[in-house]
Each structure stands twice: as C-alpha cells, then as structure tokens.
C-alpha cells in the first residue's frame, strides 16, 4: 500500500503554505496534493518521499498529521482509463471512499489513487489486469513494505 | 496524618473547640474590624454564639467588602503584627490584600503539612512546588507546608517548563504541586523533549487553585503515571490548605477545627441539608490577620455525608463543580466552562482544552466551542471529523442546556497557560 500523508489543517490563511513550507525545509518532495475541505477545516493528502520524516517533520511544526493506506492503480492516459479501474471495483462490489489521480509526465500514464476500507482491492484489481503500484515506484519511502 | 489530635479527634470535642473558636473570632472582630462592627450593631447581631447553628443568624462578608476596605481595613490586628500580606489575583478588576500574623503563617505550614501528609507525602518525599511564588498564595503556602512536614522542597516556582522538566528528571521529585492544566502541560513537554515522565520517580501531585474535572484526573494520572490530589483554599480564607483530599480520593477534608464551612443555597441564602449543592460559605476559626465571617466564596459544592475510611473526622466538600464567579450567562442560562471540560474527556479524538468565544449576533449572544482534536486522530476521513464535531457539539449542548457552534482547532493550538488557563474569551462588550 501506499503511504499517505492525511494532515488536519484549519481553514485558515497561508496554512497551507506553512504545511508545505515545513516539507520544504525538511527537504521532502510531493508527488500529489489533494485538499479536501469543510466550512471550517480541511484535511490534506499528500504523497511524498520519506512519509514517516514528513509526518514527523509536520508534527514538530505543530500539525496533525496521520498515515493512511491507499491504492496506486496505474492507468492508460486516455478517455475512460479510471472509468475501467472503477467499474472493476463496482463490479467486485468494492467500495471507493476518495480517489484523485495524477499524470506521469512524459509517461503516457495516470496515477489514480484510492483510498478503499473494505475488500481485498488488491486481487481483484490484478485480477483485471491493472498495476497496482508498489511504493518505491512513486516515492522515496522510509519503512521496509 | 501529620497532626492527629486534631484530625482524628471527636466529633464531639471538635465542636466545642469550634464553639470556643468562634466566639473568640467573633469577639475580635467586633471589637477591631470596623466594618464588622457597624455590620453586626446594624443588624443588631451580638457577637456571641451558644450552638454552631446560631451561625446563621450572622451577616454574610462578600468579596466587595475586601475590595472596599482596600488595603489594609480588614485587619484585626495592629499592622506591626502583620508579617506577610499575599493578593488575590484580582482577575475582576482591583486586587484584595489579605495579611497574615506569625502565628497565621505559623498554623498555615500545618495545614499545608496536613495537605501534603493526606496526599501521602513524608519527610522522605521531594517536593517540586511549581506554583507561583509571589503575592498569590500557592507558592509560598505549599513551601512552608512541605517543609513543615520535613520534605525535601525544590522551590522552583511556576513557568520554565523545560526546566521544570529537567528537575523533575535530576532532583528526583516524587510529588509535584501545581495546578492541574500545568501538570498537563509538563507531560506534553516532557513528551516533546523525549523524556518518559513515567518512568521517573513522580508518584503523586498536589493539585489546586483552578478548577478541574474528574475526568481530567483520568487523564493526569495516566499520563503522568501519579496519583493526583485535589486541594481546595482560596486566599481570602487562607490560601491552599483550606481542605485537601486524602488517599481515597473521594472529597477533600475541611480543616473544621480553623474553618467553619456552611453551604447555602445562593439565591435564599439558607444553609441546605448535606449532600444538596449549593454556594460554599466559610468562617475563619483561627485567623488573627484577616479573620472573615461567613464568607461566600462563590464556588459551588456539597458536603458529603458519611465518614470517610481514612479516619478523619473532618467533613467532606465534593470537588467545586462550578464557581459563580466563573458562571457564563448564555440567553439566560447559568452555564459552568467546567462542564464543557467534564464532556470533552469523555470523547475520544478530543483534547480537553477548549475555549469558549462568547459573541453578539444581533441581540442574541452566540457561542463558539474551539475544541482540539488530539494528536494521534485519524485525520484522513472528513466524515469521521465531521461526525466528532457533531457529537462534541451535541453532548456539550445537552449538558449546558444551550445551543452552541463547535469548531475542531489544530492540536496544541490552543494556548497553554503556565497558571490558570484562559477558557473564556468574551467578545459580547466588543460588537
């Protein structure tokens, strides 16, 4: 699974820049951010190298920061490439709780990532021919996984 | 117990003492004290009891009168025998000075040697008293407490946090006296400096002067790995040592033999029956500085009746679950902060610090809870925070009866007060 960065941010003027700043300073390079917000808070995924320095970078800077498990299916970049992985998914009766997806430059490929609580996505992803990616094809990890 | 002979003695012989005490008060006061004086001639109150209960025949004493005789008027004795004077901390406006005789100063060690000998304290303990040292009583009081009971006394005041740390770790401190909100603030620091503050030889806390919830007792005795005790006193009677829990943890003991406690209902004024809440009145025994006379401290308690296992023959005040004072009125609601504390350490994903922002919408007053999430949330479900938010939201309103607005806040953004912390932010005079 890929690690995630899930980060507690209040919905609050150039805190996201703090938060970003602080990976900066901490040398730690992003792959994909995604805001997800409410009226009064939000919470940021981020995927990046050395996850548990970048949580622990985070944390000394005061942030709430925890790691989640997700998916990295690798698709085609053409029209109906995630369609194809979530149908897959629907059809295995799988549920998707959020998905966002990036492009591989130069790649001719699409990231999409997948946070998935139940079913064993992994199987039924391979099982219709899709690539699920390990870690340290997207990023620099800092566990053995 | 540090002084048995009092503490264990007979209920019997307590009151007489009591009797005895409280007539020779009374005389002194009518005698020196002029506001005393023209009070109980007015009412044409003598100044003499035959029982305890014709206690209540006697004119109440409020904070404004120590505030109108400002500074020195409340002494009932000549300022030359005043060797100390201590303030309030005047958080409503002008301080009040209380003075205190050699022999005040002199029965207060005891007091705060029972308090520390209650929370199991010996001459073997080190003890780090970390509250501040200066005009307000907690310092000073709970130093010559300590070393009145022979322990080791590390008098490192209040704030430094690190540093409070450090000593914990190198002195060897087994009981920490402080307020309880600090003790918090000290785990979460040793936390950060990598120090396992549970593993050191810390083993109880003597905790006063803010108020404090059962849950958040939980929570400091699993953190800190100690038993923590409450301590109750307030400087316009004494200063801590007023009354102090013992080893069962089930009410704080009230030094009767040099203070009289009655509760009374605040609104009638009327004594209530033990075990009903009510205002929490006392009548100083022993006091020759500033003695006080039915004194409403504002804060909100009962007595709890029976006798307690430990053997004290003291009676037992619950916890202050509330203090006037403190007393928000929210579109006509009597609401206490120290609820919304009680709700929040019983959810999980919280932190109890919280604060509470008071505003004016139109004619109506609105509230606003900020809340911090605790630290090692799952943070990554929207519909998860959200669904706290909602349940914090909803159990704090069904314990104040108001409807109010939650916002979860970052954890530790909340500032951390090295003394009493800031719960209550009133924006209603600002709009």
Known sequence: MIEQLSVFLENQPGRLAQACRTLGNADINMRALMVADTEQFGVVRIICDRPNSAKEALEDAGFGVSVTGVYAVETPDRPGGLADVLEALGAASINVEYAYCFLEPGENAAVNVLKIDEGDARVVLEASGFRVLRPAELYEPDTES | ?431
């Open chain 2, 1 to 431: 117990m540090f002084q048995p002979q009092w503490e264990a003695m007979s209920r019997e012989k307590l009151e007489a003492v009591q009797v005895e005490r409280l007539n020779a008060v009374l005389s002194k006061v009518h005698e020196r004290v002029p506001l005393y004086r023209s009070r109980f001639d007015e009412s044409g109150v003598r100044p003499q009891v035959a029982t305890l209960d014709d206690v209540t025949s006697l004119p109440f004493t409020v904070k404004d009168d120590l505030r109108s005789q400002y500074p020195y008027g409340m002494f009932a004795v000549p300022r030359r025998d005043i060797v100390r004077v201590h303030a309030s901390s005047g958080t409503t406006g002008q301080i009040t000075v209380v003075g205190y005789t050699r022999t005040d100063i002199d029965n207060w060690a005891d007091l705060m040697a029972r308090t520390f000998a209650s929370a199991g304290a010996t001459p073997d303990d080190v003890v780090q008293v970390a509250y501040g040292y200066g005009l307000f009583t907690g310092g000073l009081g709970a130093h010559y407490g300590s070393e009145r009971l022979g322990a080791l006394t590390v008098p490192i005041s209040g704030g430094n946090t690190k540093r409070q740390v450090q000593v914990l770790q190198d002195f060897g401190t087994t009981i920490l006296a402080c307020t309880p909100s600090y003790s918090l603030l000290l785990a979460e620091t040793a936390e950060e400096m990598g120090v396992d503050i549970t593993s050191l030889p810390l083993r109880a806390g003597v905790f006063g002067a803010e108020p404090w919830s059962e849950n958040m007792r939980t929570q400091i005795e699993q953190k800190l790995s100690i038993t923590a005790i409450d301590i109750y006193g307030l400087s316009e009677v004494l200063g801590p040592g007023v009354a102090s829990e013992c080893s069962e943890q089930h009410g704080l003991h009230v030094n009767e033999d040099h203070f009289l406690i009655e509760i009374v209902d605040p609104e009638t004024l009327r004594p209530v029956e033990d075990g009903t809440y009510g205002e929490v009145v006392f009548t100083t025994l022993t006091k020759e500085g500033i003695p006080v006379i039915r004194y409403r401290t504002r804060d909100i308690s009962r007595i709890i009746p029976g006798e307690c296992p430990c053997g004290r023959v003291f009676r037992r005040m619950e916890r202050v679950s509330g203090r006037t004072d403190d007393m928000l009125i929210i579109r006509g609601v009597n609401v206490f902060p120290s609820q919304i504390e009680q709700v929040l350490t019983g959810i999980e994903g919280v932190a109890p610090h919280y604060q509470v922002i008071l505003g004016r919408k139109g004619s109506m007053d609105t509230v606003e809870v900020h809340v911090e999430v605790a630290p090692d949330t799952e943070f990554d479900e929207i519909r998860e925070l959200e669904e706290m938010q909602r349940r914090v939201r909803s159990e704090i309103e069904s314990a104040l009866a108001v409807s109010i607005g939650v916002r979860l806040v970052e954890p530790r953004s909340i500032e951390r007060s090295e003394g009493k912390a800031r719960r209550v932010i009133d924006q209603r005079g600002d709009a």
